[in-house]
């Protein structure tokens, strides 16, 4: 009798053990699944910006040149392409530079030149704009100015570098310049102008590069 109830305690015994190594009793058990990490989210990319304001018109036979400023917020590889250029005229894929030199033959208007900058996710483009190539005319118009003695806070201008002439087809558009490093100079011949009415500002530069603000514009009307 004593053999048997032994028997029966280590019966009993292995089976709760058995059950305790199975979470106990049969009873329900949360069940356990391997955790992974959710993928990060995907970039988010921010479309280019481009700036700048293109000169509008240009003689035959001078150089046009544009530089617009560029920049990727997410530090993005940049190309730049543009539509309605005239065949003269021709753009720089890495800088997105505009340069060429119309011809005699190449006189006339060019309109909805559009500039684009593209970072291969999103684009952005400049305003379109017309570019008109004016003839060489024989006339020329004398520019004279009084140079300055002064900065705009009062303190004597000692490292005057030279002037930038400004002239166009009206007082708003003085899309034409000419560049004189002499800071000397009082007086300049601006040459090769059709007929018509032209305008033209100085402004002084500074060793510095910095430019005064324009002087008050001038008016001759080319016969």
Do not use: H
Not at 32 to 56: C, F, W
Not at 96 to 124: E, F, M, Q, W
Not at 125 to 153: E, H, I, M, R, Y
Not at 173 to 186: G, M
């Amino acid at each position: 009798m004593q053999a048997f109830n032994r028997q029966r305690w280590a019966s009993a015994l292995l089976t709760a053990l058995l059950l305790a190594g199975c979470g106990g009793g049969g009873g329900d058990s949360p069940s356990s699944s391997p955790q992974t990490d959710p993928d990060p989210p995907a970039a988010t990319n921010s479309p280019p910006t481009i700036q700048g304001q293109p000169s509008t018109s240009v003689l035959a036979g001078q150089s046009y040149s544009f530089q617009p400023t560029a920049n990727d917020p997410n530090g993005d590889a940049l190309t730049f392409s543009a539509t309605n250029l005239p065949s003269w005229l021709s753009v720089n894929a890495s800088t997105g530079r505009l340069s060429g030199t119309p011809a005699a033959g190449d006189v006339g208007t060019y309109s909805g030149i559009t500039l684009t900058v593209s970072d291969g996710k999103a684009s952005a483009s400049l305003t379109a704009f017309n570019l008109t190539v004016s003839a060489v005319g024989s006339g020329s118009a004398t520019v004279s100015w009084v140079a300055p003695t002064q900065n705009t806070d009062g303190s004597s201008l000692t490292n005057l570098a030279g002037y930038t002439i400004l002239y166009g087809r009206s007082a708003g558009d003085l899309t034409l310049s000419v560049n004189i490093s002499n800071p000397s100079l009082s007086t300049y011949v601006v040459e090769n102008l059709t007929s018509g009415a032209w305008f033209f500002a100085v402004v002084a530069v500074n060793s510095n590069g910095a430019s005064s603000v324009p002087s008050n514009v001038a008016t001759k009307t080319i016969s």
